[in-house]
């Protein structure tokens, strides 16, 4: 999972970057990347770390110009270490593009070979956004007329990128002395929304994965961009839209409203917010016929997801509400950082358990998933160590038992904990004293509750249904054995790698 933005402003945009970046660090903490465009030449600074890490003065005074993209990172596929696949990516030929990708390409070795043996395309990286770069690339070529582009030839290239790929796919794009170019997979499972903000000037576009920057950066939300649908703002400002994916359907990952999403956004006309509101609420039916509730002296949220929905749960069941966990903000999100040893370390080093609140009491804790279920196991251990009578777990979701292959990081079965196990055995592997997990159906249900238009989703990492059809098990077999041959990284290979390029070829000062 990843973040992208991208802006055609009035006036220099690098700190509108800067701060969208900060807005999407949640959704990557890797790498971070801007990009800008000033005339036809390109400005580009991108490192391995956080946001405010990566970018200093003197590295946000190199990135000229009113337009450009940004992006932060979530490995899915490539290396976590390699500084070189942080994106924006950018191609010279046809006409010079800046690239940024969230999601995840099922076909990205095919792609791969496509582009070599045909279309005599050479790829640098085990990034399958390089990939769908250089198949932008030559479609746009094949789509040109002559040696110009138009609004039309954009979007027929986009259609031509739509029939070659398949997976997930949420992109920003900067064409050299053309303008922004935004698309979404047809089946519009990775989110990607578009906004406007009118000054005296004229209007500014932003295209962001969440709702949450164009409201931080003053923005008005217009719409979610459609599935299959690409926007196209000329560098005037000009903006163009069309369906260049006959037969598209939406499909939401709901993994978006259970964890990664902030709960201030709107996805697909959905407030996250109030979809985990409604997730505690379904989650607390079903305590009610599994549990004594005479039993749980308070319910108690796993910070900070999970909180809607357990507050929501507690009121609904009539029980005592208490924050018994206080989060160091300053530890990253455990479930997206690389390596399980980086996880399980960074637990307590995010979460300090408050005796007082457990000492001798029956306790409920509610979190919004169990994925590998490190974090699971070692936080009914703090609530005991801090006292606790009996810990009871509850998960907002259900059971997450397949490999996810759209861009979230948990392809291998064995890494899952309820891949092949019973509740009673995740139980007992987590220590808890009794287990509760949110019904598939009454999660999806939680999310159409908010926006009825939304009757379908793409849960493959619940149910095992994989919505773009070419997922086989031949496929998952092959990805997980990539994963469990992939070097592990060496001491020293997570330090933050600047590397600072301006695309007209002189190297600014670091």
Not at 9 to 16: E, M, T, Y
Not at 385 to 396: Q, T
């Amino acid at each position: 999972m990843c973040g992208i933005l991208g802006v055609v402003s009035r006036g220099p945009v690098n700190q509108l970057l800067y701060d969208g970046l900060l807005l999407l660090q949640h959704r990557g903490q890797d790498a971070a990347g801007i990009a800008t465009a000033m005339g036809k030449s390109f400005y580009m600074h991108k490192a391995n770390g956080l946001v405010r890490d990566v970018f200093r003065t003197r590295n946000m005074r190199s990135l000229p110009g009113h337009s450009g993209i940004g992006h932060v990172r979530y490995p899915t596929a490539g290396s976590a270490a390699n500084s070189e696949e942080a994106q924006p990516f950018y191609v010279n030929a046809p006409f010079g593009i800046t690239f940024a990708h969230n999601g995840n390409l099922t076909n990205s070795r095919q792609l791969g070979e496509e582009l070599f043996s045909r279309d005599l395309r050479h790829i640098n990286t085990d990034s399958d956004s390089e990939v769908l770069l250089n198949v932008l690339a030559h479609e746009l070529q094949e789509a040109a007329v002559g040696v110009s582009l138009d609004p039309d030839a954009i979007f027929r290239a986009v259609a031509a990128v739509h029939r070659r790929a398949r997976g997930a796919y949420a992109c920003v794009a900067e064409i050299a002395g053309y303008g922004l170019l935004a698309f979404r997979d047809p089946y519009g499972i990775r989110p990607l929304c578009y906004g406007v903000n009118e000054t005296d000037d004229g209007v500014e576009h932003l295209v962001s994965s969440e709702s949450v920057v164009l409201e931080g950066l003053g923005f008005r939300l217009v719409r979610d961009v459609a599935p299959g649908e690409a926007v196209f703002i000329d560098l005037d400002g000009n903006f163009h839209s069309r369906q260049c994916a006959p037969g598209a359907s939406l499909n939401p990952c709901i993994f978006e409203y259970v964890y990664f999403a902030r709960p201030d956004a709107l996805i697909d006309g959905a407030s996250v917010y109030d979809a985990r509101l409604r997730m505690g609420e379904y989650l607390a039916e079903k305590i009610a016929r599994e549990l004594r509730l005479g039993d749980i002296d308070v319910v108690m949220p796993i910070p900070d997801t999970s909180r809607p929905s357990a507050m929501q749960l507690a009121m609904k069941l009539n029980l005592q509400y208490r924050e018994g966990f206080l989060k160091n903000r300053y530890v990253g999100r455990t479930f997206i950082m690389p390596g399980q040893a980086v996880r399980k370390k960074s637990v307590r080093q995010k979460l300090n358990a408050m005796s007082v609140e457990f000492k001798g009491k029956n306790v409920l804790l509610v979190d919004d998933s169990i994925v590998r279920g490190t974090t699971s196991h070692e936080i009914v251990q703090m609530a005991r160590d801090s006292g606790a009578n009996k810990v009871y777990f509850a998960s907002a979701s259900p059971p997450v038992r397949f490999p996810n292959v759209y861009g979230i990081d948990m392809p291998t079965r064995r890494e899952l904990i309820a891949s092949g196990r019973s509740d009673d055995e995740i139980r007992l592997s987590i220590g808890a004293d009794a287990l509760v997990y949110q019904d598939i159906d009454a999660m999806m249900r939680s999310v159409t509750d908010v926006n009825p238009a939304l009757t379908r989703f793409e849960a493959s990492c619940f149910n095992g249904i994989y919505v773009t059809g070419d997922v086989t098990p031949e496929y998952l077999d092959r990805i997980e054995n990539a994963r469990n041959e992939a070097p592990k990284p060496q001491q020293g290979e997570d330090e933050p790698v600047r590397n600072q390029m301006n695309l007209q070829f002189s190297t600014a000062a670091d």
